[in-house]
């Protein structure tokens, strides 16, 4: 891939960019395992779905950017087995010496490869896949066609849940969403926009999940008390956007 990887710095702050002001990764240097952006944060609402202490054990994440979600994931949930696709080896060495990313085979398997072709050439199975991937021009390619979705659809465990980082999609998020709608049988939902523009999409198989949004929001502070990530204003942007009829989450 023809693109620069560059870090910067600001207030604190340590920015991944791929040759552009467009920022594809950040960490705060005195707290490296919080998630510093807001999409990033918006994506760990998918951990509020299913109400289950062995939720998740095992996670794939497409696209690893600055190691964000993946240090989340690893810190807070000690028992959960990730694997971190990324196809362009440079930037799991930026991840590696910029970003914290941790060296723990045992826990951690990052893998060099395109996402796409990673999850269709293996057969094993995730509660919890996270894809955010994009190319130097935030374009997502592949992994925003529908035979990935399905692929996705098809690695999930039983009762699996898939979030999506819609970012960067030219004429809006709608055609995605129902790409993945086709893909899930109608079962995908799409949060509000975040401030930065970023539209966070979910996904489910298995079970049908309802779960009243005051229960989200017991969730949601138990997550905020254990890790620092407070999700009750996306709780409540989702309750504004009338995407809870009757009080209730359903996917």
């Known amino acids: 891939m023809s693109f620069s990887i560059d870090i910067r710095e600001e207030a604190g702050v340590r920015t991944l960019h791929f040759g552009s002001d467009w920022i594809q990764g950040a960490m705060r240097i005195a707290r490296p395992w919080r998630l510093e952006l807001d999409y990033t944060q918006e994506m760990m ?12 054990r095992k996670v794939l994440l497409i696209g690893l950017g600055a190691a964000s979600l993946t240090k989340f994931l690893y810190r807070y949930y000690p028992l959960a087995k990730l694997t ?7 930037v799991v060495a930026a991840a590696r010496q910029f970003f914290k990313l941790p060296d723990d085979p045992l826990r951690l398997n990052i893998v ?41 659809r098809a690695r999930l465990s039983h009762n699996g849940v898939l979030a999506v980082n819609l970012l960067g999609r030219s004429r809006g998020h709608q055609a995605s969403l129902e790409r993945l709608k ?21 996904a489910a198989s298995g079970e049908k999940i309802e779960i009243p949004v005051n229960e989200l929001k017991e969730q949601a502070l138990e997550l ?10 996306t709780l409540m942007r989702l309750e504004q956007a009338k995407s809870c009829p009757g009080g209730m989450l359903t996917i």
Do not use: W
């Open 84 to 90: 971190a696709v990324e196809i362009e080896p440079r």
């Open 45 to 56: 609402v998918s951990l509020l779905l299913r109400n289950d202490a062995r939720f998740p």
């Open 182 to 202: 086709t893909a899930f049988d109608t079962r995908a939902l799409a949060l509000p926009p975040c401030d930065s523009g970023n539209v966070i999409a979910m």
């Open 112 to 152: 060099i490869a395109d996402g796409a072709q990673y999850i269709a050439g293996n057969d094993k199975t995730y509660d919890l896949i996270l894809v955010d991937g994009y190319d130097a021009d935030a374009r997502p390619g592949e992994l925003d066609m529908l035979p990935f979705y399905q692929m996705c």
């Open 224 to 233: 905020k008390e254990r890790t620092h990530l407070n999700l009750l204003p």
